[in-house]
């Protein structure tokens, strides 16, 4: 594709990354049979080839409209199409440089930006969002049922093992809006790593927040950087007393900490160490998966000998991969692996490429759409009978729950009850 960037944008590191990016592409359009937007409306502006053009004519200087913003606030970030695109285009990328520029250029409507505002504070602030969660629990009776659904009472959190008990170390992140919903994800996390002979460092976590994804997302890409920076300074000393990992259980926000060292590349205070945390990130799947020989053991103990022997196990489980996971960091069969070793019975699921439409805050910004995508994929994943849904991210655990009867949780929950009580 070539390329005529305009003047504001065309020698800044954004300008140079995506005139880079848009030369890739070569309109095969091969993405569009991999979006869900696209499969939904039939629009080609709600694809991404669409999109690319879209962005193409901001940064060359064409008018942005009102328009152009639907149509780029429309996609999920998914990355289903990367994963298709035979050229390596790297879309979101592309995707957040365009919108960092329509969002400055048409002002959004006063509920928009209201909407936009609360999201920005209220999530990505640990304390904040847990008192409105609480709030929003207690009046649970008296709200629509869609809101409802979403505010349900969490599982209790089991205890966590001592965390100065091995000589292996990993940072966690614990997360902002995870401890409220789902606080025994990160705990069923330090029981399994514990089984193995790896602690949680509790160093610089209150110091720790959200991973940025969620303002840098919400085109606050510079409040997004901030949260980075100072997840950086709050890990940096454990980082240099060897860590060996920093372990993220949220598909999204492990995605996001790997991209630190991209994102803050240009920053000569953060670069440095932005590049040493993203190579140090990792997902709780890929930690695990490092550990295969050790929970097999584990597991063949916990259950006399036979790791497979799954009586307290739902007997069919449904794996929903987020695309965090499978398209943003290409983790694929990992976690389907372990379930099926520790002695679940994996259901086949449809379409397993495409999103349940929780997407980050997508479901709040574009709820018509992201309840199409939910239906459709709660269809696919119930078609099997399963006992049980699980996934790996919150903000998909939290968005299927609230849309179905069967059980919804973390994957690492089922397998640290397999491995059984600490």
Not at 192 to 201: E, K, N, Q
Not at 301 to 313: C, E, F, P, T, Y
Not at 337 to 366: E, F, I, K
Request: charged share 20%.
């Amino acid at each position: 594709m070539q390329t005529q960037l305009a003047d504001f944008i065309r020698d800044t590191p954004e300008g140079r990354e995506a005139d880079t990016i848009l030369r890739k592409c070569v309109h095969c359009g091969f993405c569009t049979a991999t979006c869900p937007t696209y499969q939904l409306l039939g629009d080609e502006l709600d694809g991404p080839r669409g999109r690319i053009y879209l962005i193409k004519q901001v940064l060359e200087g064409q008018e942005v409209t009102e328009k152009t913003r639907l149509h780029l606030d429309r996609c999920l970030t998914c990355r289903s199409c990367e994963t298709t695109c035979p050229s390596g285009v790297q879309y979101h990328r592309l995707l957040d440089i365009g919108r960092g520029v329509v969002e400055a250029r048409v002002p959004r409507p006063a509920g928009q930006r209201l909407l936009y505002r609360a999201l920005r504070t209220v999530l990505p602030n640990r304390a904040a969002f847990e008192a409105v969660l609480k709030a929003g629990r207690l009046a649970r009776p008296f709200l629509p049922v869609a809101l409802a659904e979403k505010l349900r009472p969490p599982a209790p959190a089991k205890a966590r093992p001592a965390p100065e008990c091995h000589a292996r170390r990993v940072i966690l992140l614990e997360g902002c809006v995870q401890p409220g919903l789902a606080p025994n994800i990160n705990a069923a996390a330090a029981r399994v790593l514990d089984r193995v002979g790896i602690a949680i460092v509790r160093e610089g976590e209150k110091k720790a927040g959200c991973c940025g994804a969620l303002r840098y997302h919400l085109n606050d890409q510079d409040g997004g950087l901030d949260d980075m920076r100072a997840n950086i300074d709050a890990w940096w000393p454990a980082v240099e007393a060897g860590a060996e990992a920093i372990l993220v259980t949220a598909s999204a926000c492990s995605a996001q900490v790997k991209e630190y060292g991209h994102l803050l590349r240009h920053d000569p205070a953060y670069a440095e160490r932005a590049a040493r945390v993203s190579a140090l990130a990792r997902d709780v799947a890929e930690v695990v998966a490092g550990e295969e020989a050790a929970i097999a053991a584990a597991l063949a103990k916990a259950h006399g000998g036979d790791a497979g022997s799954a009586a307290a196990a739902p007997a069919r489980v449904a794996f929903h991969s987020p695309c965090t996971l499978q398209h943003g960091q290409k983790i694929r069969g990992v976690v389907e692996r372990l379930l099926a070793a520790a002695g679940y019975a994996l259901t086949p699921v449809a379409d397993g490429h495409l999103c349940c439409g929780s997407a980050g805050t997508y479901s709040l910004t574009q709820p018509e759409l992201s309840l199409q995508l939910r239906s459709n994929k709660l269809a696919a994943l119930e078609a099997g009978n399963p006992g049980v849904i699980v996934t790996a991210n919150i903000g998909c655990l939290n968005h299927l729950a609230a849309g179905t009867a069967t059980p919804v949780r973390h994957w690492i929950e089922l397998l640290d009850e397999r491995l059984g009580e600490v």
